[in-house]
């Protein structure tokens, strides 16, 4: 049972390259999230996908997309990347069904730089 | 929105108790925490609903006081694992478990 796994581990882009972060789970859980860790700022979402077919924005969405491929797989795509999305990435999971909210599994991280 | 973390950092000997705090000044409807240990993933510890229910650590407390929008999680007996980052995660009301995670505090715990 291997949880959450992200790729790559490390990152390094120029600015204005794209790429995709992928994220995969196999607790079948139905809700994902991305997140991203600067320092002095905790994690910050942002986007989640509540369930297989449906993604909503989180606190900081802008410059990312994301794509829930299946129920496993959540990708996050930074279109044309920035310095300011220099960070670590998050990729998250957790059974969350009516009114009972679980805890959140998380990936070991992506860390991505951006020249 | 982000709940307020306090202290933001503590140092600990071996045995001794700490106490982190999280304010929100929006009403709640639970608070998650999280420990983080350097250069790896935030673990899951405990999760407080409204109402008084709790789920998580058997040696890890906490409380939820809803009047005040407060949680706070004890830390009794420390020991060198307990070293880490905490942050505490907010959820105000229905939204799929999308927590807003305060900016964390940071222990350390020394022999």
């Known amino acids: 049972n291997a949880g959450v796994t992200q790729t790559p581990k490390f990152q390094v882009l120029k600015t204005g390259q794209s790429m995709t972060l992928q994220c995969a789970q196999d607790?079948?859980?139905?809700?994902m999230y991305w997140y991203r860790q600067d320092p002095g700022m905790g994690l910050r979402l942002i986007y989640y996908?509540?369930?297989?077919?449906?993604?909503d924005k989180g606190e900081v969405p802008n410059g990312y997309n994301v794509s829930r491929l299946n129920k496993r797989e959540f990708s996050l795509r930074l279109e044309s990347a920035a310095p300011s999305q220099t960070s670590v990435y998050f990729c998250?999971?957790?059974?969350?069904?009516?009114?009972?909210?679980?805890?959140?599994?998380f990936g070991p991280g992506t860390r991505l730089t951006v020249l | 929105q982000q709940p307020v973390q306090s202290p933001q950092a503590v140092i600990l000997r071996e045995g001794e108790d700490a106490v982190i705090n999280c304010s929100s000044s929006k009403a709640l409807y639970s608070v998650h925490w999280y420990r983080q240990k350097h250069g790896e993933a935030p673990v899951f510890l405990m999760i407080l609903l409204k109402g008084g229910e709790q789920k998580g650590h058997d040696k890890i407390s906490a409380s939820f006081n809803e009047k005040k929008q407060q949680s706070s999680l004890y830390l009794t007996a420390s020991q060198l694992s307990y070293s880490g980052t905490y942050f505490c995660?907010?959820?105000?009301?229905?939204?799929?478990?999308?927590?807003?995670f305060g900016a964390g505090t940071r222990l350390a715990v020394h022999p």
């Open positions: 996908s509540a369930s297989e077919g449906t993604t």
């Open positions: 998250a999971s957790s059974e969350a069904s009516g009114q009972v909210y679980n805890e959140q599994f």
């Open positions: 995660g907010t959820l105000f009301s229905g939204g799929y478990n999308k927590l807003i």
């Open positions: 607790m079948n859980h139905n809700s």
